[in-house]
């Protein structure tokens, strides 16, 4: 079953290797759409694809990286945007 849903994140990353980490992650999982940095130091996170990919994604996200410290997620179902890939914003 085909699902999107919007992630934001909140903790302590090092940016460009918590990136890199999504972004390996979600191709990885067969997921598209997009991370980028918000201003507030959250990570906004939009992932579409099977149901299940995205739990695993979510699970991959609540882990982190050895450098990274997740204190929240806050999850919101989405409407499907049928992207082609996954790629980071840069605001």
Known sequence: MKR???LYL??????LVFNSY???NAERNN???F??????????????????DIEKMIEICR???RQSKIEKIEQK??????????????I
């Open 63 to 65: 882990k982190g990286t």
């Open 22 to 24: 999504i972004k390996e």
């Open 77 to 90: 179902d989405e409407s499907f945007q049928y992207f082609k890939e996954f790629k980071i914003l840069h």
């Open 4 to 6: 999107a849903v919007i």
């Open 31 to 33: 997921l598209r759409g």
């Open 35 to 52: 991370l980028r940095n918000l201003e507030d130091g959250r990570i906004e996170l939009f992932l579409e694809g099977d149901h299940r």
């Open 10 to 15: 909140t903790g302590k990353f090092q940016v």
